[in-house]
């Protein structure tokens, strides 16, 4: 089993960054690919980004160019560099490990942007 722990919201101004991160109870270099989704009030949670675990990256359009996610797995840890933010990504961010043993999510944090 993986445990996900998520860590970095919070409230912020449009056009502010935050970075999200997300700490593994299991060795990073065990986990193929790790992402973030965000769920919105009244939406259905949305892919963000994934990572596998040689780097390759994948973006949702709405955030290409200004998120960036990257994992340490010697830190068993992924991360999300938000940056431009909008009142549209308001949402919980959930991060999602997916390994060997199966798939995770950890338990969210939320994001707030002030318009």
């Known amino acids: 089993q993986v445990q996900l722990v998520e860590s970095g919201g919070g409230l912020v101004h449009t056009g502010g960054s935050l970075r999200l991160s997300c700490a593994a109870s299991?060795?990073?270099?065990?986990?193929?690919?790790m992402g973030w989704y965000r769920q919105a009030p009244g939406k259905q949670r949305e892919l963000v980004a994934t990572?596998?675990?040689?780097?390759?990256?994948n973006y949702a359009d709405s955030v290409s160019g200004r998120f960036t996610i990257s994992r340490d797995n010697a830190k068993n840890t992924a991360y999300l560099q938000m940056n431009s933010l909008k009142p549209e990504d308001t949402a919980v961010y959930y991060c999602?490990?997916?390994?060997?043993?199966?798939?995770?999510w950890g338990q969210g944090t939320q994001v707030t942007v002030s318009s």
């Open positions: 999602n490990a997916l390994s060997g043993w199966g798939v995770y």
């Open positions: 990572i596998s675990s040689d780097g390759r990256t």
């Open positions: 299991r060795s990073g270099y065990s986990i193929a690919v």
